[in-house]
């Protein structure tokens, strides 16, 4: 091959990498972002009735939006590559060190998942995706309709991170919701399943004051809705199968987990008292 064509075949190959490079898939972006702090209920074993906040993120425009912690996706993100597991086999291995050198359980907060939840929406198929965990080593996911809360609107007033907010309340999946929508931001949306009202949702809770949502802070954004890490199995499942999975698991998980494994874990914590008043966001699964 003389160097004319050795030339030609070089730029021939920079010119296949630049397209390939121009052909990376582009996904929606986002007009704003808001942080929202999710306060959860539940029972822990024979720790009893624990509560917790947990930092959600809402990447949203008029037509797409995600729910998610970030933190969850970061770890994702590791578990996706093979450089990525090899890093999260350091983190842990360090994390577990750690913990047997301090008995400090907060040592393990870096490896532990705050929640696998994600929630993606699209008003062009008017469906939202739920991705989470259902339990032992599964994990599900499942769609739904976006228009399915039917709320009424009421005249009271209150400021949620500086936002006039009007009131709203619904009954959605076993719950009572009431919920505080800002009319000055026209985006249908709100944290978790949330949506459906003429103005961003700021604030929300149930009424039996087990679960909230409430927003942190909002911004301007053109951030990527790039879609789930796919590492790990989701199988596709029923919203109500998915929680009544979850629900045994909750109740005899250890149990369970000695089957499979032939390793005695010890009894399963039996619920009582108000502990049996504690449950997951929607409640309808019992029926």
């Known amino acids: 091959m003389n160097r004319q064509s050795i030339i030609i075949a070089i730029i021939a190959l920079f010119a296949i990498f630049d397209v390939s490079a121009k052909k990376k898939k582009e996904y929606p972006r986002a007009e704003i972002k808001i942080g929202y702090t999710y306060h959860e ?12 906040d947990i930092p959600f993120l809402l990447l949203a425009n008029k037509e797409h939006s995600k729910f998610y912690n970030t933190e969850t996706e970061f770890k994702d993100s590791l578990e996706s590559t093979p450089q990525g597991r090899a890093m999260s086999r350091q983190i842990l291995n360090e994390s577990i060190k750690r913990y047997v050198e301090t008995k400090d359980e907060s040592a393990l907060n870096s490896v532990t998942y705050p929640t696998f939840l994600y929630v993606f929406k699209s008003r062009f198929v008017n469906e939202m995706t739920i991705y989470d965990y259902a339990g032992a080593l599964n994990y599900g996911f499942y769609t739904e309709p976006t228009d399915e809360i039917q709320w009424e609107i009421s005249d009271s007033t209150k400021t949620v991170v500086g936002y006039d907010c009007i009131m709203a309340t619904a009954n ?10 800002a009319p000055d931001i026209p985006l249908q949306e709100g944290p978790w399943k949330l949506t459906g009202l003429p103005g961003l949702i700021l604030e929300a809770s149930e009424s039996t004051g087990q679960h909230s949502f409430v927003a942190t802070g909002l911004e301007a954004s053109n951030q990527e809705i790039v879609p789930i890490y796919p590492y790990r199995q989701y199988d596709k499942m029923s919203r109500v199968e998915m929680l009544r999975q979850l629900r045994n698991y909750r109740d ?18 039996i619920r009582t008292g108000e502990e049996l008043n504690i ?3 929607e409640t309808d699964y019992h029926k």
């Open 41 to 52: 209920t539940f029972v822990r074993g024979s720790d009893g009735i624990i509560e917790r």
């Open 172 to 181: 959605y999946h076993g719950r009572y919701w009431t919920a505080w929508f």
């Open 252 to 269: 005899h998980g250890k149990a369970l987990d000695a089957a499979v494994t032939g390793i005695d874990f010890g009894p399963d914590h």
């Open 279 to 281: 449950d997951f966001l």
